[in-house]
């Protein structure tokens, strides 16, 4: 029997043991809270890199990628963590006045937050693929989320579809896929739409 047919097989599962690895070295690194942001950054970065066919040692590259984007990406998630913080207080507090006012502030907050989730949802990809600052990283995300309206919708109907999995599937199922490849596969997905919108930029770079 030719071994070569077994190939694809192998490949498949080498592929899938990678990406289980992956995922709980990613959950492992989230553990401080503060290296949520550095995490996210590595894990695109990775993802990115296997969209495009630039296969290579996941969890040695998302390591390597660790250590380089901590600075920049621990800034930006301080950030984000606080002025998250300021709009959930806020979203606990005017929804519930019944006032006028309060209706007005909630419409207020309400875009706010989505402004927050889509400027977050760039940040981190943008700090793991270019050389940059955190406060440049952030505001070029703003512009491409801007300029990529499609692109950002798709990203944020991910987040749903996410969201109701986890809502709508028994929990032992929800943690199950969550500790294997849960995350890993929001990301390979989130990243199939970022490496579209960051392609032209790598040209010009």
């Given at each position: 029997m030719n071994a070569g047919k077994f190939n694809p097989l192998i490949d498949s599962i080498n592929t899938l043991c990678n990406l289980f690895v992956l995922n709980v070295i990613f959950l492992i690194t989230c553990i401080p809270v503060f290296t949520i942001g550095t995490a996210l950054s590595s894990l695109?970065?990775?993802?990115?890199?296997?969209?495009?066919?630039?296969?290579?040692y996941l969890v040695r590259t998302y390591i390597r990628e660790f250590k380089r984007n901590f600075k920049n990406s621990t800034i930006a998630f301080l950030i984000f963590f606080f002025i998250g913080a300021i709009l959930l207080f806020n979203a606990l507090f005017w929804p519930f006045r019944g006032t006028a006012l309060s209706s007005v502030a909630?419409?207020?907050?309400?875009?706010?937050?989505?402004?927050?989730?889509?400027?977050?949802?760039?940040t981190f990809p943008l700090i793991g693929r270019f050389v940059n600052t955190t406060i440049n990283a952030i505001k070029n995300s703003l512009g491409l989320a801007i300029s990529n309206f499609k692109c950002t919708l798709a990203l944020l109907l991910i987040d749903v579809c996410a969201v109701c999995f986890c809502l709508f599937f028994p929990l032992k199922t929800v943690i199950m896929v969550l500790f294997t490849f849960g995350f890993v596969l929001v990301a390979y997905f989130q990243s199939i739409i970022f490496n579209k919108v960051f392609t032209p930029y790598e040209?010009?770079?």
């Open positions: 695109y970065y990775v993802m990115i890199k296997e969209i495009k066919g630039e296969y290579g909630t419409g207020i907050l309400a875009a706010l937050s989505i402004i927050w989730l889509v400027i977050s949802h760039y040209k010009q770079e």
